[in-house]
């Protein structure tokens, strides 16, 4: 059974805190993503990775860093917590080849006061 | 820059009538679509891909270059059909390293009985 597992289904975290969200994959996938999903507005893709040290923005990067310094983690970084970061956070990873789907975690409901 | 657009924020059908989840894409290149499902309290899942023209529980979509559209239908709606639907297109990055996953914003579908 494939898994995605996202170390905290809820946090709540304080202003200006450094808050880490780990994801880690057991399928061996080449791609890692970071998504955050707010009402209305669906997912929207903070940052990518397709390697290990590799890392692309996607299109609401800011306030946001990754890191992966392994294949199987992908670490989502907020500098500097906002209340504007409350959200969930989704990881997903897939392999690299067309068309395959991508597999998500269960999501981390973050709460920034 | 890809994009993909759902228009539909909410949509309700009553058991057994038609329903259309519409999807619309932008994107320079081949592009690859897919419809994920969330049920709730469950993880985002695959639903079906373009690429292999498959039903899944019911549900078709066809890929419309012309119109740049990837439309979700079925004939005869459930009530187990309720859930969150998104669309998402996978594109090649202008660099080629990489292959970035975008979703819409999602349609809420309710079957009324």
């Known amino acids: 059974d494939v898994k995605v597992t996202q170390s905290s289904r809820y946090l709540v975290k304080r202003t200006g805190e450094k808050v880490f969200l780990e994801c880690v994959q057991d399928?061996?996938?080449?791609?890692m993503f970071w998504y955050r999903q707010d009402p209305g507005l669906g997912l929207r893709l903070i940052y990518f990775s397709y390697d290990v040290k590799m890392k692309e923005k996607g299109d609401i990067p800011e306030g946001y860093s990754v890191s992966r310094e392994k294949k199987e983690r992908f670490s989502l970084i907020l500098e500097s917590a906002s209340t504007n970061q409350t959200s969930m956070y989704l990881c997903?990873?897939?392999?690299?080849?067309?068309?395959?789907?991508?597999?998500f975690g269960q999501g981390t409901r973050l709460t920034v006061v | 820059a890809q994009r993909v657009t759902q228009p539909e924020k909410l949509l309700s059908v009553f058991k057994g009538a038609p329903v259309e989840l519409k999807c619309n894409y932008s994107y320079s290149g081949s592009p690859e679509l897919f419809w994920y499902v969330q049920y709730s309290r469950q993880r985002l899942q695959l639903l079906l891909r373009?690429?292999s023209r498959e039903s899944i529980k019911g549900f078709t979509a066809d890929l419309n270059k012309g119109e740049t559209s990837f439309h979700l239908k079925k004939p005869f709606a459930q009530e187990e059909d309720s859930a969150m639907y998104y669309c998402?297109?996978?594109?090649?990055?202008?660099?080629?390293?990489?292959?970035?996953?975008?979703f819409g914003s999602g349609t809420q579908l309710t079957v009324l009985p």
């Open positions: 373009h690429i």
């Open positions: 997903a990873s897939s392999s690299r080849w067309e068309g395959t789907e991508a597999f």
């Open positions: 998402a297109l996978s594109g090649l990055l202008s660099s080629g390293s990489a292959r970035q996953l975008t």
């Open positions: 399928m061996d996938h080449e791609n």
